[in-house]
């Protein structure tokens, strides 16, 4: 096997041989600028986009494929879905990627229109999971060791005195702060998933330790 994706794979075998072509990869980078308010120095937040793979694959009743245009029925239903991918024994690229598009091209059958061999070629993008968004219910001013329901896709959980959720400012918890239809973001957000580097463009700060590291061009 050359290569493995959701199932989907790529060999040189004597039953069939599908191959990576045109193999590629991208990197560029992502540049966020805040403008200054209210006295704090206009930042710029340097990061990484989502890493692109793309690849062709020919296909072909010669080489193993007896079923054509099964084969693109095949890759459709993968759209849309991520995994990692596994070239060799190692995973090539992020963690997971997901499948963003298939174009067919190079079309060959016979003069009964039976399908021969066709060109697939695919759009990989990183995929970067969303943060899950927990709906809270219940009374502004209950404490969570008193109560209350956390609720998620029509599903509500209690959250009793023994809940780990607390309220971080070290009041009375997290149902206490908060009212009635709230939402809580658990989980790393997407921006998280990439590693950013925030630096002053502008003045410093204005208290004394912010203003040591605005010298050296970083805000921690």
């Known amino acids: 096997m050359i290569a493995y994706w959701n199932g989907m794979t790529w060999e040189c075998s004597t039953n069939q041989i599908s191959r990576l072509e045109s193999l590629a990869t991208s990197f560029s980078m992502q540049i966020e600028t805040n403008a200054d308010k209210e006295g704090v120095s206009p930042t710029e937040t340097v990061g990484l986009n989502a890493i692109e793979i793309s690849l062709s694959t020919t296909y072909r009743i010669e080489t193993g494929t007896p079923d054509i245009k099964g084969v693109i029925s095949a890759w459709k239903s993968q759209i849309g879905k991520a995994a990692p991918l596994i070239i060799g024994s ?15 091209s190079n079309i060959q059958m016979r003069a009964n229109g039976f ?30 060791g008193e109560g209350g329901v956390l609720t998620n896709n029509n599903t509500s959980t209690d959250v009793g005195a023994s ?41 410093a700060p204005k208290d004394s330790k912010s203003a040591s590291y605005a010298k050296r061009g970083v805000n921690r």
């Open 115 to 144: 399908f021969t061999a066709v060109t697939l070629a695919f759009k990989f993008k990183e995929y970067i999971e969303e943060p899950v968004v927990v709906s809270v219910s219940g009374t502004r001013g209950t404490a969570a």
């Open 163 to 203: 809940s780990a959720i607390d309220d971080p400012t070290g009041g009375s918890g997290l149902l206490g702060v908060m009212g009635a239809g709230s939402a809580v973001f658990v989980g790393a957000s997407a921006s998280d998933k990439i590693s950013k580097k925030t630096v002053h463009i502008g003045k």
């Open 90 to 104: 190692e995973i090539f690229g992020p963690d997971k990627v997901q499948l963003q598009s298939v174009d067919v």
